[in-house]
């Protein structure tokens, strides 16, 4: 019989060859002309007038690429990979409006081109990749974070180059900020070198190459984007499954995986497994100096919140990072976060106090972490969300931070 799970990965490992080979070594064209410059508009409008905007200028670059000798009636292909927001690296319900709406735009306005799926098979078919972001940014009009920058970017999937880039501005008129299930449920910031390498991207001039953190990694990226779709869907064993064979490609150590290894196995009520794939999830972000988990308190306290489908886990997550941290004899600072919510000075107590609790907590776990580890608290000062709703939406401005520091 056929083994269908290995088949996918080779498949999916030959994708991924292909792709480095075909943008990396294949034999030099003439230069092409040079690139449209990117577009770019700060007036703040409409969601959906900047959403237009910024895809009509996105769209009249690639026309401007448009080769004479092609046939007439043969469309250019575009994927569009899932947008995110810039600065937590999540997907929102207002990135998926926005990635809804671009490839809406594109199939509606411009014949010339189709919107393909964000799948593995599509990536020798398609033309370009399309990559977009949300930035929350401070009006110029009323001062406050109420106004989003959106970034759209196309890159050539021949040649790993940036084609056509453009911007507009978007003021935040009740759109909804809430995180998709997958990152409401996610444990951790799940932001590493792939995502800031999306991120990059999306904000990179044409004639300049996309992130080749971010490139070279397309391949597993669409079994991630169906994974997580899977999760999102509830199919928690399909989203396991997929998961795991992102894993198992070259490229397959990143946050977004392990950390759906998790999710899906906790869903799953498989707790061994999940405590591993946390361990892996910490173990990672130790490496890279880029873990930051999301402890949920009782307001004002550092008491953990008393649902237990919420605290459950809190646990063994304690657990493996003592574990993790001890074994690779690290040195860190535990850092408490708060959201905008009461003075600076009472949430710098307040964060102090809950990185506190949570070092004491990992002292017990693993008594050397003792004399090498220290607690820190940052109040608000580095929200990632800023928006002070106490919610889901910023759940990751209350985040505790392990950062590695000198011993």
């Not at 106004?147 to 999937?157: C, R």
Request: charged share 20%; hydrophobic share 35%.
């Amino acid at each position: 019989m056929i083994d269908t799970r290995s088949l996918a990965i080779r498949r999916l490992s030959a994708y991924a060859i292909v792709l480095l080979i075909v943008a990396g070594c294949a034999a030099p064209t003439p230069p092409p002309p040079p690139p449209p410059a990117a577009t770019s508009d700060t007036s703040e409008r409409s969601f959906d007038e900047a959403v237009n905007l910024a895809t009509d200028g996105l769209m009249s670059q690639l026309q401007q690429r448009a080769d004479p000798l092609a046939k007439a009636e043969a469309k250019r292909g575009v994927m569009i990979d899932p947008m995110v927001d810039a600065a937590s690296g999540q997907q929102t319900g207002a990135t998926r409006l926005l990635e809804q709406r671009v490839g809406e735009r594109v199939q509606g306005n411009y014949p010339q081109f189709e919107v393909m799926p964000f799948q593995v098979g599509n990536l020798s078919k398609a033309q370009y990749l399309v990559t977009g972001t949300m930035t929350r940014i401070e009006s110029a009009q009323t001062g406050t974070r109420q106004v989003f920058q959106i970034d759209l970017a196309a890159t050539d999937l021949k040649t790993g180059t940036v084609v056509a880039q453009a911007s507009s501005r978007a003021r935040d008129e009740a759109l909804d900020n809430n995180p998709t299930p997958y990152y409401r449920d996610s444990p951790v910031l799940v932001k590493d070198k792939v995502v800031d390498g999306y991120i990059n991207t999306s904000k990179t001039a044409p004639g300049q190459p996309a992130d080749p953190v971010y490139f070279e990694r397309v391949a597993t990226a669409t079994v991630i984007s169906e994974a997580t779709a899977a999760y999102n869907n509830e199919s928690y064993a399909d989203a396991l499954t997929l998961y795991r064979n992102a894993e198992s490609t070259a490229s397959g150590e990143q946050l977004r995986v392990l950390n759906g290894i998790y999710l899906a196995s906790w869903k799953l009520g498989r707790t061994a497994e999940a405590e591993e794939a946390f361990g892996k999830v910490v173990a990672l972000g130790l490496s890279i100096n880029n873990l930051g988990v999301k402890f949920l308190f009782n307001p004002g306290s550092t008491d953990f919140w008393g649902d237990a489908q919420v605290s459950g886990p809190y646990g063994f997550w304690l657990r493996q990072i003592a574990r993790q941290a001890a074994a690779t004899k690290v040195c860190m600072t535990v850092i408490g976060h708060t959201s905008r919510t009461g003075t600076a000075q009472y949430n710098d107590r307040l964060s102090q106090r809950r990185a506190a609790y949570i070092k004491q907590r990992l002292d017990k776990e693993a008594p050397e972490l003792t004399r090498r580890t220290r607690a820190s608290g940052m109040g608000f000062r580095e929200n990632l969300v800023g928006t002070g709703t106490d919610d889901a939406r910023d759940a990751l401005d209350r985040r505790v931070e392990f950062k590695i520091t000198d011993c």
